[in-house]
DNA sequence: CTGTTAGCGCCTTCAT
DNA sequence: ATGAAGGCGCTAACAG
């Protein structure tokens, strides 16, 4: 039941041989011959998007041709690239990147996975990322594990069967296999953590001094005269959470004040936990003169549970975080904050991703440098 | 030149026929007929993801029938699925999405363009939309137009070399020509709108009452007792920007209090721009009692220009926004606003999409409620 | 300068 | 229940 494409007639069409590789036809009514590539029909085809095919076709050429042209390779004559430039115009013609991909075996997309962004820190990673990979001719794909390791797994596979070419992470705060990572290595796909790195992992890394940073931040507090200093830690899984409590400790220990067990909580990044702790410690028998949160959305909560308990900032306590999200600038009074080059840090990412897709380059961790930035919440004189 | 796949050897070769349309040759040493398709080494394919051909090849059986297996399709052995399973799982293979669209011709990707996601909007919006679609099987590809017309029309062009599914899109300012918009209608790409919709396309389209949420703002400012108010409104290319500024029109009128031209601002959304006519409103010989901002980011910096003149909010000027951005509730005085429900809007746009594919329903448009949340910034009793 | 062929990884008839 | 073959749209040798 071969139809022929000219006639439309099934009932003349008998079989022809074969001829390099392909059975051929030969339609009785027509008197012409064909094979089954002829016999996809242009109206069956109606509604797809054009392809090289098409305008070969249109052009009477062949579709190497009509790539070359499009590519605009060397060895084109003039005027049939003018001609297919032109009908591709005219056709609306998109590259199939699904086919390119596939025969190059890359997608010219990379994936970004971030625990999510509902808070300024990681959008703005992104906006940054985004920008240098688009430069490039990247495109980004944007995956939220919501905290969640399983979620987190999922990604990775999501993205691998998209065959992104590279992987931005920031890991979730319950990640403690990182075998789905150790899988991309393997498979030789640059993998650039940032934030929040993977330190068992060697990889690529983009991090700011956050041990610098908190240590200077709970340094300022003491020297504005606070003593009894508590910390508002994140999970204990995360490096930067070690990192900046660790340098709390250090801060303490330094001016020689004895550390308080009652005045160290870390706990899940949650808004609404970091409500309850703030709460806690501020209800607590003998209250924290300062408290340096792990970030800035837990410092907004301290601010905004002083507040409500009619405390005085920074008189009666002081606030510092870390970050320096754009809400710090508008709270009252201003927070104290770490400020980080978050942009900077999506773009250092995207970067270092770029620098590696092909050249294989060691593993490379990128340091970026912070600045305290002191508002109201920590200082009178501002 | 044509190396047996066995052996390794090149002389021992020789042609044999053609059987099927494919070359055959033989090789002399092993004794044995293989065609071209059998000698890709497996040592050139070094550092490539899994495919079913290697598992076919592991499992001594056709790829065709792993195919099936991996796809839980009828018709299969129970114990050669099980051995592809188990085979997969151990291999760690990803089925390649490149390949798959391919074939299928559709991608499992839908692309998302946004003006901008540096504020609270749009991020809302792709979490609930990212939420609904990855529950259906689909990625999302996020583009940011950055408020530019020419980027815009480079982003749906990207987006459709990557052949997504569908495209949800909030419009730029600048956007006046829609033709690549038709193009997507035109291709039967379904196309839905949110937010900024375009009015001249008969799309689906998600939206907010923003006509009936503003009159009521307005109104709630009238019925507060202020009668000098002033609006700084989006672009007038924007349908919500018209939409918020009639209805700002039409509250006045209805409270017969006289339209001043003088309190109408329109501008271009930037940070920037919306401080300098914040301070121009309230350095007017004759300042507005109150004003009625677009949007929460507006909003905001009105209230910022306030506080650093000391002027007294609500006394003096009160304050509304739209949108309930969570600022709202942080900054002092907290921000009278019209809550929009934004996530909802971004898994609306989704499950639009979702039901529209294939299915080629009729254009729909989805009308949102929005809802006035009175705080200090318009009025004494909060 | 252009056409031919093979193949990227997968799905889908059509045979067996 | 399984294999063979063709094709999705494109690039990449290889011949001319």
Known sequence: MIRCPKCQQVDAVTKAGIVRGKQRYFCKTCAAHFTLADTAPPAARSRHQVTIVDIARELGISKSTVSRALRGQSDIHPGTREAVMELA????????????????????????????????????????????????????????????????????????????????????????????????????????????????????????????????????????????????????????SRLRQQAYLDALEQAGIPFDPELLISYDLTDEKARIYARYLLDLPQPPEAIFAVNDPTAIQVILAAKARGICIPDELAVVGFSDDPISAIIEPGLTTVAQPVYEMGRTAARLFLETVGTQTAPTTRVLQTELIVRGSSSRKI
Request: net charge negative; charged share 15%.
């Open 89 to 240: 115009q005219q056709l609306d013609y998109q590259p199939n990147l699904l086919a390119y991909g596939l025969v190059k075996s890359q997608s010219n997309m990379v994936g970004m996975i971030v625990p999510e962004f509902r808070h300024y820190f990681f959008p703005e990673v992104i906006i940054g990322a985004q920008e240098v990979l688009q430069a490039a001719g990247y495109n980004l794909m944007i995956c939220q594990s919501n905290e969640s390791y399983q979620t987190e797994v999922a990604n990775v596979k999501a993205l691998m069967s998209s065959r992104v070419d590279g992987l931005l992470v920031s890991i979730t705060s319950q990640t403690n296999n990182v075998e789905h990572f150790r899988a991309l290595e393997k498979k030789g796909i640059p993998l650039v953590f940032f934030n929040r790195i993977c330190p068992e992992l060697d990889t690529h890394r983009v991090v700011v001094d956050d041990y610098a940073g908190a240590f200077r931040a709970v340094q300022h507090l003491i020297d504005q005269g606070y003593r009894r200093i508590a910390h508002i830690a994140g999970p204990p899984s995360l490096l930067v």
